[in-house]
């Protein structure tokens, strides 16, 4: 069967058909979908209802090393398959689940680690009856269309990202949350990371990020929020609009995403997630440094530098 990849937006997204991924993929198809993929951002599967898990994963490997998912709650993996995640609304063993609100504000996966993500392959498996689309953000577009004045200016800087300012954390089991603040201390990135593959630069900005190294409070502010408004603008974004079946294969080294909580949380919403390893250690602890205040932090951050 022929393969076709036909573009569904400007910023970002493609979608594939002619895949048979219940079967290992040849080296020539694999190569085909590994380009579209640098160079749609997004790419969508349809029609992987009957996919298994293992095939998930098999299908998955070909985009890179699956993360084992240490960094995240146990009772969100898929029993006895820890390489797929469960982003659900649904009770995992009685209780709510603790990705029941998972990305509900900008995020790109694993920025407050020192290793964020490559990206991921996300499958649904029951969606509500209407709305909870995720959007994702070519941020290759937000920063080549920023002037060349900004660009230099930002070019060296770095911000601090934070786990705690996930949105809606707080609703989660607290020994969670507690667990999951001890593995992630607030950590360091740089504001403009360069593409390990395309070799592009694209903007590192989201909503998990709590201020600019060497900025005060209110500079820092003030800026994230001009390039957190700029980098979701509606231009830069691909929207999925989901259906049963449907595979979503991000790239998360130059993009970010939202999922919206559009929709009846009393309904049934659960998406299996295979996670791409980050190549590269791209961050550094920011605890190193003694502050009393995120001011103080900000700055005895850039004097340590
Ligand atoms: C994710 C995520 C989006 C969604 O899996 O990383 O943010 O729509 N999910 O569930
Ligand atoms: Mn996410």
């Given amino acids: 069967m022929m393969i076709s990849i036909t573009p569904l937006g400007y910023a970002a997204g493609a979608e594939v058909t002619g895949v048979d991924f219940t079967q290992p993929l040849d080296n020539s198809t694999r190569d085909t979908l590994y380009s579209a993929w640098l160079k749609h951002i997004v790419l969508v599967f349809k029609g992987a209802e009957q996919l298994t898990p293992e095939q998930h994963i098999a299908f998955s490997r070909n985009f890179g090393k699956l993360d084992g998912h240490e960094s995240q709650v146990p009772e969100t993996l898929y029993p006895g398959l820890p390489e797929i995640l469960l982003i659900t609304t649904k009770p995992i063993q009685g209780k709510p689940s603790s990705s029941r609100n998972a990305g509900r504000n900008w995020h790109t ?21 209407v709305g909870s689309d995720t959007l994702f953000a070519n941020h290759y577009l937000s920063y080549e269309t920023l002037s060349p004045t900004m660009r230099a200016f930002l070019d060296p800087l770095e911000c601090v990202h934070d786990a705690t300012l ?20 607030p ?23 709590s201020g600019i190294v060497g900025l005060t409070d209110e500079e820092g502010t003030m800026l994230l929020r001009f390039l957190n408004q700029h980098a979701t603008a509606q231009e830069f974004i691909y929207r999925h609009r989901w259906s049963v079946g449907d595979i979503v ?7 970010s995403h939202i999922a919206l909580a559009d929709f009846d949380t009393n309904q049934a919403r659960l998406m299996l ?31 340590a530098a």
């Fill in 109 to 129: 996966d694993l920025s407050y680690s020192t290793r964020p993500a490559k990206g991921a392959l996300l499958l649904c498996k029951e969606k509500p009856e």
């Fill in 166 to 185: 996930i949105k809606g954390i707080e609703k989660r089991d607290p020994a969670h949350v507690a667990e999951m603040k001890r593995r992630n201390p």
């Fill in 187 to 209: 950590v360091i990135h740089p504001l403009v990371r360069v593409h390990p593959e395309t070799g592009r630069k694209s903007l590192l900005v989201n909503e998990r990020i």
């Fill in 249 to 255: 294969l991000w790239d998360n080294r130059c993009t």
């Fill in 273 to 303: 997630r295979c996670s791409l390893e980050g190549e590269v250690v791209s961050g550094r602890l920011a605890e190193r440094v003694e502050a009393e205040s995120k001011e103080s932090l900000l700055q005895a951050i850039a004097a």
